[in-house]
């Protein structure tokens, strides 16, 4: 597949560090790496708390309560708010502020879609006997899914901060590595949705 | 560094459509009975696979420093450490796992 050289703006300039490479995006990416952790550490625990010997008798199972074609919509909306997310920073590097702003408000809209999917979910999840409480299994799927919800509602006040600071003029194209470096941050809870969509939904 | 050139708009939507087409197959997958039995090691490939597509292509990996691939390849080994040590600690040294 083909290539094109992309005006990349500062973001790809020579940086002036002992290893030449951006100390904001070295540190963002070392961040990624120990939030793998964490979510590690999460998924790991809900595996062991979900299983069915460790479950109470009475209390909602994992296959009881799972609704599987709403989680894949949901998936589905999160995973495409990455392909906005990196046609924003395409635009921001390019210089198309508008177009920029757009697609930063199209990935915001699709991140809150899907935070209010999983409030429903959860709020269904409760009406149904599973609450943070009931069981193991509820309080390492509502930790693990909580947390990540977390972490998109935080992506989401960051993407509507970068549309306001281009709503007053302090975000041009020299400022294109504040959208990538949100942009990572953005991917980065999307992947972790990846997993947790697999492994915690499909699996059990 | 090689870290100049990234893909067109096009490419990127092109990766999107494959991403949504694994979705679609692993939710098809999770509702054929017959594959019940084969179900983690038909998903767990297509959850690598997407994985590394939006690694790779949307947060630049493949055309970034190789640094920031290691940085980010350290933390996923040491989750999948933590992961290991916790299940073969559960199956060792439990008797109702």
Not at chain 1, 82 to 96: F, I, K, N, P, Y
Not at chain 1, 176 to 200: C, N, P, Q, R, S
Not at chain 2, 45 to 54: D, I, N, T, W
Request: net charge neutral; glycine share 6%; with cysteine.
């Amino acid at each position: 597949m083909a290539t094109e050289a992309h005006a990349v703006g500062q973001a790809h300039e020579e940086h002036h560090t002992s290893t030449g490479l951006s100390n904001i995006k070295m540190a963002m990416w070392a961040f990624l790496g120990s939030e793998c952790l964490f979510f590690g550490a999460l998924i790991s625990t809900y595996l062991i708390y979900s299983r069915p010997s460790r479950i109470l008798p009475g209390t909602p199972m994992p296959s009881d309560i799972y609704d599987i074609p709403y989680t894949s919509v949901s998936s589905f909306v999160l995973l495409m708010s990455s392909v906005t997310m990196v046609l924003a920073l395409a635009a921001a590097q390019r210089g198309e502020i508008p177009k920029m702003r757009l697609w930063l408000l199209a990935t915001a809209t699709l991140g809150m879609t899907f935070i209010g999917g999983q409030i429903y979910e959860f709020t269904t999840f409760a009406h149904e006997g599973l609450k943070l409480s009931t069981s193991t299994f509820g309080t390492s799927f509502f930790v693990l899914t909580g947390f990540h919800g977390a972490h998109v509602t935080v992506g989401i006040l960051m993407l509507l901060s970068l549309v306001g600071l281009s709503h007053v003029g302090r975000l041009e194209q020299k400022d294109a590595y504040k959208v990538e470096m949100i942009g990572l941050y953005w991917h980065f809870v999307d992947i972790v949705w990846v997993v947790i969509f697999t492994v915690v939904y499909l699996m059990t | 560094m090689a870290e100049h050139e990234h893909p067109s708009e096009l490419q990127y939507i092109k990766v999107g459509i494959v991403l949504a087409i694994i979705t679609i197959a692993e939710v098809a997958v999770f509702y054929v009975p017959p594959l019940a039995p084969l179900l983690t090691w038909l998903l767990i490939p297509m959850m690598v696979l997407k994985f590394a597509l939006v690694a790779l292509w949307f947060m630049h990996l493949r055309f970034d420093n190789k640094l920031f691939r290691r940085l980010f390849m350290t933390g996923i080994f040491f989750a999948l450490g933590v992961y290991t040590v916790v299940i073969v600690t559960l199956v060792t040294k439990t008797s109702n796992f």
